[in-house]
């Protein structure tokens, strides 16, 4: 049998990782392709920077997830910093799309993904996970949110989204109230459009170097979003302490470019709880 071996599953992980509810956001920004390409040289060196219309993808990808595990459950929320990105040695194997295009899912060969530069979360597990299972740059951080929800008096189509810095101890996260990155985005009154873009490949580099590659299913289509110069305001990033790496990242990638478009996924509710009433 020739071919590449596939990568570990260390004990106590198991693979296919089973989602058993998803709450998702992401913000996407066309930025200067040079500087993206030198970050990705740094971080990913066998991807190369995709480009749509002349600039490079900042992806931002929040997630509140649910897993149902043997002994119980648990919630992880986190942050992902991505760059669209290909291998290098494969950039004439992909259809030539705008952004556009490939928001609404045109570019399925899956040659383009999300190369991650740092991913921040709330969960010692999940954390080291993606470490080792998909060698993401994963580390601590906490949130808090505002999102739609069917168990509010109203449900808003505005997503709040602070990310704060944290540390694993021996008591597991230590908290700090510092913020890291903060998103703000009302969609309200925007239509959105369905959107087949799953399956998404993410792209990861471990410590000898080697490229690996772990595609996520999303079994319903997403809510996709396309802004321009009359919506862009709709969505404001806000960055912390430049001495913090992620942060530093971001302003030097985004600098002042306007959002270029917004995908959402809510998991359909599986059971409803009904309002009392008196009996006799």
């Not at 971080?43 to 190369?48: N, Q, T």
């Not at 862009?232 to 971001?250: C, F, I, K, M, Y």
Request: aromatic share 10%.
């Amino acid at each position: 049998m020739t071919g590449l071996p596939l990568p570990p599953v260390p004990e106590p992980y198991h693979l296919p990782f089973h989602y058993g509810a998803l709450h998702n956001i992401g913000v996407d920004y066309l930025v200067d392709p040079q500087r993206a390409a030198r970050l990705m040289d740094k971080r990913h060196p066998g991807l190369s920077v995709a480009e749509f219309d002349g600039g490079a993808c900042v992806s931002l990808n929040y997630q509140l997830y649910f897993a149902q595990y043997p002994n119980g459950g648990g919630i992880t929320q986190e942050l992902e910093i991505n760059l669209i990105a290909h291998p290098t040695f494969a950039g004439e194997r992909f259809p030539a799309v705008d952004y556009g295009q490939y928001a609404r899912g045109w570019e399925q060969t899956k040659l383009l993904g999300i190369a991650r530069l740092h991913v921040l979360c709330d969960n010692p597990l999940a954390i080291d996970a993606g470490r080792l299972l998909y060698a993401e740059p994963k580390h601590p951080g906490w949130f808090e949110t505002t999102m739609p929800s069917l168990n509010a008096a109203a449900v808003q189509e505005r997503w709040s989204v602070s990310c704060r810095r944290a540390a694993l101890g021996s008591e597991g996260l230590q908290r700090y109230e510092e913020e890291l990155v903060a998103l703000d985005v009302n969609l309200t009154g925007l239509t959105p459009e369905p959107v087949n873009n799953t399956p998404i490949t993410g792209y990861g580099t471990d410590e000898e170097g080697r490229l690996l590659a772990g595609p996520l299913n999303v079994y319903q289509p997403y809510r996709y979003y396309a802004l321009d110069d009359r919506t862009a305001d709709r969505v404001h990033l806000t960055l912390g302490n430049p001495a913090e790496e992620s942060a530093r990242d971001l302003a030097h990638l985004i600098a002042d470019a306007p959002a270029a478009g917004v995908w959402t996924y809510q998991s359909a509710p599986v059971a409803a709880h009904n309002r009392a009433y008196y009996v006799g």
